[in-house]
T-cell receptor
Framework: SQTIHQWPATLVQPVGSPLSLECTVEGTSNPNLYWYRQAAGRGLQLLFYSVGIGQISSEVPQNLSASRPQDRQFILSSKKLLLSDSGFYLCALIRGGTDTQYFGPGTRLTVL | KNEVEQSPQNLTAQEGEFITINCSYS?????LHWLQQHPGGGIVSLFM???GKKKHGRLIATINIQEKHSSLHITASHPRDSAVYICAVSRGSNYKLTFGKGTLLTVNP
C-alpha cells in the first residue's frame, strides 16, 4: 500500500522568508499528486495538482509554486511568505485507475 | 454560494446516539467523498460513492444523484468518533476535490 511522507511536520517562519515543503510517496508509481491548504476556520482548498513529472496545474493564483522533479516527489515553494500563507498543508495522491484520495500527515505552517 | 454545503456545522451527541451529517452540492460530479479529520489534522477517506449506499462498520453513506444530496450516518456513536467530517466532490478526469467546510462532531460519554 502507498505511504505519503511530508516534511517538516511543523514550521514557523517570518513574513518574507522563503518556503519549501516536501512530499514524498512510496508504494505506488505515477500517481496524481495534490497540494491542499486548510486555513484557520476555513475548509480545504486545492492549490496545485500534478499528473506527472514536470506537469503542474495551479488552481488558485497566489505567491506559492509547486514542482514535481521526480515521479514520487512533490514540492511546494514560496519566495516570500505572507501572513495569509499560514495554515495546514496536505499532500494527497490518487493511484491510477481509482478515485480515492490518500492524504499525508500534513505540515502546519505559521507565518509570523 | 459554496459548491458543497454541509450541515450541521457543529454536532454534539451522547454516546450511543444515531448521527446524521448532510451534504448538498450544486455541480455535476463524478463521485462524492466522505473524509474524517482527526484532532491532530490527519485525514482519512471513509467513503467514495457515485450512487446508492455504502456501509463500513457503523458508518453508512448514501447519495441521491437527482437531488444532489448525500448523508453520512453513524450508528451507536462512540467518543472515538469525535472528529471533523468533510464532504467533498470530484469532477473531471483529474479527480480534483472541492470540499465542504466540515462538520465538527463531538460524542460525549
Amino acid at each position: 500500500s502507498q505511504t505519503i511522507h511530508q516534511w517538516p511536520a511543523t514550521l514557523v517562519q517570518p513574513v518574507g522568508s522563503p518556503l519549501s515543503l516536501e512530499c514524498t510517496v512510496e508504494g505506488t508509481s505515477n500517481p496524481n499528486l495534490y497540494w491542499y491548504r486548510q486555513a484557520a476556520g476555513r475548509g480545504l482548498q486545492l492549490l496545485f495538482y500534478s499528473v506527472g513529472i514536470g506537469q503542474i496545474s495551479s488552481e488558485v493564483p497566489q505567491n506559492l509554486s509547486a514542482s514535481r522533479p521526480q515521479d514520487r516527489q512533490f514540492i511546494l515553494s514560496s519566495k516570500k511568505l505572507l501572513l495569509s500563507d499560514s495554515g495546514f498543508y496536505l499532500c494527497a495522491l490518487i493511484r491510477g485507475g481509482t478515485d480515492t484520495q490518500y492524504f499525508g500527515p500534513g505540515t502546519r505552517l505559521t507565518v509570523l | 454560494k459554496n459548491e458543497v454545503e454541509q450541515s450541521p456545522q457543529n454536532l454534539t451527541a451522547q454516546e450511543g446516539e444515531f448521527i446524521t451529517i448532510n451534504c448538498s452540492y450544486s455541480v455535476g460530479i463524478s463521485a462524492l467523498h466522505w473524509l474524517q479529520q482527526h484532532p491532530g489534522g490527519g485525514i482519512v477517506s471513509l467513503f467514495m460513492l457515485s450512487s446508492g449506499k455504502k456501509k463500513h462498520g457503523r458508518l453508512i453513506a448514501t447519495i441521491n444523484i437527482q437531488e444532489k444530496h448525500s448523508s453520512l450516518h453513524i450508528t451507536a456513536s462512540h467518543p472515538r468518533d469525535s472528529a471533523v467530517y468533510i464532504c467533498a466532490v470530484s469532477r473531471g478526469s483529474n479527480y480534483k476535490l472541492t470540499f465542504g467546510k466540515g462538520t465538527l462532531l463531538t460524542v460525549n460519554p
